[in-house]
């Protein structure tokens, strides 16, 4: 993680995490490919993630972190914009990713997802909306294909949208195999499934992206924030 920061335009090296099932469940492999399909966001969108990051200490005390976190509902997200503006780059390191092993429900599953995109929305807007042109675009191919009964195409394109998402499962297999090794066993053939659950990914995105406009408050850790004018936090109730 701290190799990147021999060089003086980077200003923090971060990763990401993957949750890997222990035990056979719908949500918690849904949780495990939304993950491992968000990394490849993360490694060209300039952005920290909060679940791996590495700063030099001079520049964490110069950026004045420690008071900028106090006030932050994301300390990846506000630490993002900061070094933004500060003109450092935030390098991805993919052969550091985390890696957790747990499950999860429905509840849990749509209480991190929901609070992500939303929090987005609200200080990151810019990935926010190339979220959203993503998956625009690929609803916008999928109406017209069923709408025009052009079956082909809309064969043609989720093949390669499943064969992108097997790649990446592929990739992540063959470089980093040791974080594989508690994957509940029905899940071996890892980058087959991963590619045949894309569909309902992105069915899950259009929910979360809709839930995400709906207002300005968040829920976190047993709080509700609403988040106002120049992204200030009011609590609203415990």
Same mark, same amino acid.
């Given at each position: 993680?701290?190799?990147?920061?021999? @060089? +003086?335009?980077?200003?923090?090296?971060?990763? !990401?995490?993957?949750?890997?099932?222990?035990?056979?469940?719908?949500?918690?492999?849904?949780?495990?490919?939304?993950?491992?399909?968000? *990394?490849?966001?993360?490694?060209?969108?300039? +952005?920290?993630?909060?679940?791996?990051?590495?700063?030099?200490?001079?520049?964490?005390?110069?950026?004045? *972190?420690?008071?900028?976190? @106090?006030?932050?509902?994301? @300390?990846?997200?506000?630490? %993002?914009?900061?070094?933004?503006?500060?003109?450092? @780059?935030?390098?991805?390191?993919?052969?550091?990713?985390?890696?957790?092993?747990?499950?999860?429900?429905?509840?849990?599953?749509?209480?991190?997802?929901?609070?992500?995109?939303?929090?987005?929305?609200?200080?990151?807007?810019? *990935?926010?909306?190339?979220?959203?042109?993503?998956? +625009?675009?690929?609803?916008?191919?999928?109406?017209?294909?069923?709408?025009?009964?052009?079956?082909?195409?809309? +064969?043609?394109?989720?093949?390669?949208?499943?064969?992108? *998402?097997?790649?990446?499962?592929?990739?992540?297999?063959?470089?980093?195999?040791?974080?594989?090794?508690?994957?509940?066993? !029905?899940?071996?053939?890892?980058?087959?499934?991963?590619?045949?659950?894309?569909?309902?990914? %992105?069915?899950?995105?259009?929910?979360?992206?809709?839930?995400?406009?709906?207002?300005?408050?968040?829920?976190?850790?047993?709080?509700?924030?609403?988040?106002?004018?120049?992204?200030?936090?009011?609590?609203?109730?415990?």
């Amino acid at each position: 993680m701290a190799a990147p920061l021999r @060089e +003086a335009g980077v200003g923090a090296a971060t990763s !990401a995490l993957l949750a890997v099932p222990r035990q056979f469940g719908f949500w918690s492999f849904l949780r495990f490919v939304w993950l491992g399909v968000t *990394v490849s966001f993360w490694s060209f969108m300039g +952005a920290v993630c909060g679940q791996s990051l590495a700063m030099r200490r001079q520049d964490f005390y110069d950026l004045q *972190v420690p008071g900028l976190w @106090e006030g932050a509902l994301l @300390e990846d997200l506000a630490l %993002t914009a900061r070094l933004r503006r500060w003109g450092k @780059e935030v390098r991805f390191v993919a052969r550091a990713m985390p890696v957790t092993v747990g499950d999860c429900d429905a509840s849990q599953f749509f209480d991190v997802f929901n609070r992500w995109i939303k929090c987005c929305r609200l200080f990151d807007a810019g *990935v926010w909306l190339m979220g959203l042109a993503y998956l +625009a675009t690929k609803t916008g191919i999928t109406l017209w294909s069923a709408w025009h009964h052009d079956w082909r195409l809309l +064969a043609i394109f989720w093949a390669f949208d499943m064969l992108n *998402v097997w790649l990446l499962f592929a990739v992540y297999r063959l470089f980093l195999p040791d974080r594989f090794t508690e994957l509940y066993p !029905a899940y071996r053939p890892l980058p087959v499934l991963a590619a045949l659950a894309s569909p309902v990914l %992105t069915a899950v995105y259009l929910l979360n992206y809709a839930t995400s406009i709906i207002n300005n408050s968040v829920s976190w850790g047993g709080y509700i924030y609403r988040v106002g004018a120049q992204k200030r936090l009011t609590v609203v109730r415990r």
